[in-house]
């Protein structure tokens, strides 16, 4: 059975970068078959996708935060991570990774039980 | 931007009813629609992808139909265990939710 799991810290000052890294196991991360994702939910919103990337390298990202998100992978450790930069309080959410199904784009299957990221000094 | 809205915002029902969601894109997504269902502190669940196939393991009481820019989920009879949020997605154009809709015990 895949299991994702999303760590980093809880708490990130405002201009500051929020680094998490997602850990996959049961399944590789190398699949030629998947995506890997991260998705956001502020306290009491909605969902908000951040990017999509391949174990290649290749990523695909939310024109609204493209300019502060990078995404990288780490194969050796079957190990994604995302970091958001200059976060500000409206960055405060839930961060999710999952496993995206399709090429670029397309739906999640798998998710991991999210993180609480905190913005505030 | 592809929006979704969906609709109702709430939806109150009782166990054994059925109960319909749509969904509505800001422009055609063919059958690029994905439905999740959320509980209070758990990660959203796949139920249906491109707009009707059901995800493994979703039971046979949840359906979902459409295409172009309407979209509907249908719970034939709700279980107890089925109240929770309900949001679509579309994977047309980047990737967008809607904002979800809360089916509630009635």
């Known amino acids: 059975q895949l299991q994702l799991q999303e760590s980093g ?3 990130v000052k405002p ?7 997602c850990t996959v196991s049961g399944g590789s991360i190398s699949s ?3 995506y890997w994702g991260w998705i956001r939910q502020p306290p009491g919103k909605g969902l908000e996708w951040i990017a999509n990337m391949y174990y290649s390298g290749s990523t695909y990202y939310n024109p609204s935060l493209k300019s502060r998100v990078t995404i990288s992978v780490d ?3 079957n190990q994604f991570s995302l970091q958001l930069s200059s976060v500000t309080a409206a960055d405060t959410a839930v961060y999710y990774c999952a496993r995206l199904v399709g090429v670029l784009t397309g739906h999640f299957d798998y998710w991991g039980q999210g993180t609480l990221v905190t913005v505030s000094s | 931007e592809i929006v979704l809205t969906q609709s109702p915002v709430t939806l109150s029902l009782s166990p054994g009813e059925r109960a319909t969601l749509s969904c509505r894109a800001s422009q055609s997504i063919s059958s690029y629609l994905t439905w999740y269902q ?5 990660a959203p669940r796949l139920l249906i992808y491109d707009a009707s196939n059901r995800a493994t393991g979703i039971p046979a009481r949840f359906s ?7 979209f509907t989920l249908t719970i034939s009879s709700l279980e107890p265990e089925d109240f929770a949020v309900y949001y679509c ?5 980047w990737i ?3 904002q979800g809709t809360r089916l509630e015990i009635k």
Do not use: C, H, I, W
């Open chain 1, 9 to 11: 810290p809880g708490l």
């Open chain 1, 15 to 21: 201009s500051e970068t929020l680094s998490l890294t």
């Open chain 1, 32 to 34: 030629s078959n998947y």
């Open chain 1, 75 to 77: 194969t050796s450790k």
């Open chain 2, 38 to 42: 959320q509980k209070p502190g758990q």
């Open chain 2, 64 to 70: 979902g139909s459409g295409s172009g820019t309407d």
């Open chain 2, 89 to 93: 997605q579309q994977r047309s154009n």
């Open chain 2, 96 to 98: 967008t939710f809607g």
